[in-house]
């Protein structure tokens, strides 16, 4: 079987948009007390891109939810790792890759608002809402993006390909 990648978004198109989604998120919290969370692994170049592209310097933190990969069935999720921030009272944004069926993030968003944050909002750099078998609030989106397969700036197949700087699609024959 070969693969083949044909680029969707590069790197320019990505740059100057994380510039401008950092211009939104820096006017929507000013003055604020943030916590900026990612959920790993595949938001990682995203949220580093993101954070350099903010006005102001929120606390960073991380949580891991996977749901595709080894062992995982369909649409089961597993929950591999909590903040170590207390979000009580402060502002939090959930930093995502993607939202696909919404699952991911309905299942965090649910577990963080019960820690009684001051508010909970969500940043991805790519939506699929074509797709979506929740209803999630996404309040910043970079990109639609396409009904294809996505791999490189930190999204994978198998583990691969997240290091690619720009997001493909990934064409298998
Ligand atoms: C991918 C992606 C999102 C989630 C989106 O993560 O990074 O977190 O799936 O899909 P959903 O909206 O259908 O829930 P994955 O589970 O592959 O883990 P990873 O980030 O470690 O690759
Ligand atoms: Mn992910
Ligand atoms: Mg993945």
């Known amino acids: 079987m070969s693969e083949t990648l044909r ?11 994380v510039a401008e989604l950092g211009r939104d998120v820096s006017a929507a919290y000013a003055g604020q007390d943030v916590v900026l969370v990612g959920v790993l692994k595949g938001a990682l170049p ?47 944004l959930l930093v995502e890759d993607i939202v696909d069926t919404g699952r991911s993030l309905a299942y965090l968003l649910n577990m963080l608002k ?39 700036y930190g999204m994978d197949i198998g583990e691969r390909l997240r290091r690619l700087p720009a997001v493909y699609e990934l064409i298998q024959e």
């Open 7 to 17: 680029e969707v978004f590069g790197q320019a198109a990505i740059a100057a948009r």
């Open 46 to 92: 995203f949220m580093a891109d993101l954070l350099r592209a903010l006005d102001f310097c929120p606390e960073l933190d991380f949580v891991r939810v996977a749901s595709y990969g080894a062992g995982v069935a369909p649409g089961a999720l597993r929950f591999l790792m909590d903040l170590e921030t207390d979000i009580a009272g402060r502002h939090v």
């Open 114 to 152: 019960e820690r009684n944050p001051a508010s909970i909002k969500v940043c991805t750099l790519l939506d699929k809402p074509y797709r979506r078998e929740v209803d999630v609030p996404v309040d910043f989106v970079g990109f639609s993006a396409p009904p294809v397969f996505l791999v490189g």
